[in-house]
């Protein structure tokens, strides 16, 4: 099916019809008017003054160049947000699209014209991301978030989602409540199966340090009364938490965390649902983040995740209930995994593998380093759901590959194999999964770790007064569906299409 013509679409090529309307009628450049997306030739003279009146409007700026070696070199640096260009061996920041530019265009335009106000705040949150520190970046792309969380696109979106899920078939509903065809659950033990064993901790089991109680006594912060259990604390604060999803063993921790010697190594340990981040991994996640920041022993973050995905988003299940924006961004703030993640200040490598959609892709990209398996695919699909990324991606990504490339990754929502995403720098090795220092039964017969709270340590409260309930719409917790097969575009460009950053 081909993507609307917009009018900014009719004005592709002609720089200088563009150049006459931005001097006319700049307010029409704009989501809430008719060009909120702007394309022209990068090699035409009016180029550069289009750049310069565009990029601080509301509205999407794109240049192509067939040849980026006949376009000025000021172009690079002019203020579009995507460059595209039919040159395979283009350096960055161009983008070479896998069906050439006048596909890409017709992708963009489309994108823009269905969802015109997430398109526009994520161009214009990108524009901002590189120019302060990071964490501010993250603060700046929750507001965005929240905005729109409130806005018509997200609303039209979620109202379709939940009819569907309301519609469909029972035995589509147990097959999500299954593991995934082919994937064996994972041999992992509950901590309250065997206190004496201290093989591996979930961060239950870290919050129950705090008391002086021992980790494996079986009784959580819920046990007494006096002491309000995160849940509880959740439902009173308007959180999206609730029972486990279907199918998931109840007692099976979120997440996995053990040390290894003076690595800490964190699993996510959802995998029948892909480790879709639901409130629970999300808390656990913090815990981990914020015990490395507090112990001077940890040296080393390691982060991967266990079954067929390294992590396919947010759980649709949980998200879409906060009552307001700005509950929702004291939440995202208060308790945000990219923010826990740097505020422990050493090195950290992310093993991806499998999927890795939204979240996924957002918050391994903070990591110094990252190393893929063959296999892995990253995908950006929350301007479809009228969202920007919210687990820190406006943050994360630009920082990884650039401005302009991150802007087309997440408007066109193309998906990317490892292959791509190590010329554009998104990962910095790929490696076979074997080869992972952590993989699938992290807490198998024999893997022994080390005990994760040495004498002394107190891990942070997370349920002290004045912290802040969850928001599963928030990032690190909001990332689309998995998509269906064959419902996935192809790579966007082939093994060495594009020149590595």
Known sequence: MSAPVTAAARLRWDTEAALVALHVDP??????DEHPMVLVDAASPGALGVAALTRHLPCVGVAV??????????????????????????????????????????????????????????????RLSRQGDVRDAVVAESFAYSALQAGPEF??????????????????????????????????RSPQDDPSSRDVWSSRDVRSSRDGRSPGDGRSSGDDPSSRDVRSRD????????PPHAGEN???????IRRDGPALTVILNRPRMHNAVNTGMRDALVAAFRLAAVDDDVTEIRLAGAGPSFSSGGDLTEFGTLPDPGRAHAVRTGRSIPLSLLAARVPKTAYVHGRCIGAG???????????????????????????????????????????????????????????????????????????????????????????????GLVAPDLAAPGSVAPDLAAPGSVAPDLAAPGSVAPDLAAPGSVAPD
């Open 361 to 455: 892709a957002e918050l391994s990209a903070f990591c110094d380093r990252v190393i893929a398996a063959p296999d892995t695919t990253f995908r950006l699909p929350e301007i479809a759901m009228g969202l920007v990324p919210g687990a820190g991606g406006t943050a994360s990504l630009p920082r990884r590959i650039g401005r302009h490339r991150a802007s087309y990754l997440i408007l066109s929502g193309q998906q990317i194999g490892a292959d791509q995403a190590l010329a554009w720098g998104l990962v910095d090795a790929i490696e076979p999964r074997s080869a992972m220092p952590v993989a699938p039964g992290l807490a198998a017969p024999g893997l022994v770790a080390p005990d994760l709270a040495a004498p």
């Open 250 to 256: 109840a007692p099976e921790p979120a997440v996995l």
């Open 65 to 126: 160049a067939r040849d980026p070696r006949r376009v000025p070199p000021e172009i690079v640096a002019a203020g579009f947000d995507i460059l595209l260009t039919d040159d395979p061996g283009a350096p960055r920041p161009w983008v070479s699209p896998p069906g050439g530019i006048e596909a890409a265009v017709d992708l963009l335009s489309g994108a823009v014209a269905a969802h015109p106000f997430a398109a526009v705040a994520l161009v214009q949150l990108l």
């Open 155 to 188: 609303a039209a979106w979620l109202a379709a989602h939940r009819q569907h899920r309301a519609t469909r078939r029972p035995d589509r509903q147990a097959d999500d409540a299954a593991p995934a065809a082919g994937v064996a659950a994972p041999d992992v």
């Open 27 to 32: 307010e029409s450049f704009s989501p809430l």
């Open 235 to 242: 439902d009173r604060r308007g959180g999206e938490g609730g």
